[in-house]
């Protein structure tokens, strides 16, 4: 890599990666237009040559276009939430993806093979490393999407009867995880307007903590250590999904690190 005077390296790549990760936004409004195939091969190409745990690649995509497929998946991935809905009443599920899946004219269906889990060493085989490759897997494409100038969101599925219900719709396999489904499509620019203006800035999820916040050089640094109840407060004012005033003293938290 080129260095200039100061010894600082060309930072065109980082720059182009640093504009194409600030820009990109969880989208949850799509315009109807088709996405041609080889757009979506060229996000899923990407996506492939993701890290994973062992190189274990446990990714599969199932890639659905056909619209009444889409109806029947959506349906099954938005279930879980009216279930949620009555029993977490302080979590704002009208910012989640899963009620506007059917819009999208693209669902990507992440899958994750169970039988790469024996690749992993034998005191970690719980499953984490397999989600946390999908993980990384997801991110990159959606970096992939947002680079095409195509719109995503994360849409997490995670067991219960939805997850069968995709699994029958699909004809998938139980060796496979169904966990997560990525809407693709190009972004519904007046309807994404109109949501931004009528979201508080918290819930657009634009906010990220400061790097002088969130870095520690060296050592821990335990005069910077959030205190509990500043971190319940971040949960509740700044996260996205609670809708509720805080509640002032709360500690019912994870808390004591
Ligand atoms: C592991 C994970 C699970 C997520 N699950 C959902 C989900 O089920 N529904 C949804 O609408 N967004 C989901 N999201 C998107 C986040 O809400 C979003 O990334 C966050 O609010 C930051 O907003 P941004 O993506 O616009 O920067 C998920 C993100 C991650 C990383």
Redesign the pocket.
Known sequence: MRADASGIPDRACYDTLRNLVSQ???V?RFRSDCVPREIIGLVLDIARLSPSAANSQPWEFVVVEDEALRRDVARAAASLFSELRKRDQSFNWS????PFLTQAPVLIVVLGDRRMIEAYPSILRGGVLLRQSL?AC??GLQLAAESLGLAS????IQGGRPEAEIRQILGIPECFTVDHIVPVGYPDEEEVERAVALTPARE???RRRPLADVVHWGTYDPDRIRSDDEASRFVWTD???RVLPYPAGRRDGPSGC
């Open positions: 990109r936004r969880s949850r910012i989640s993806v899963q993980a997801i991110y969101a994360w849409g997490t657009r999820g634009v996260t996205v999904t």
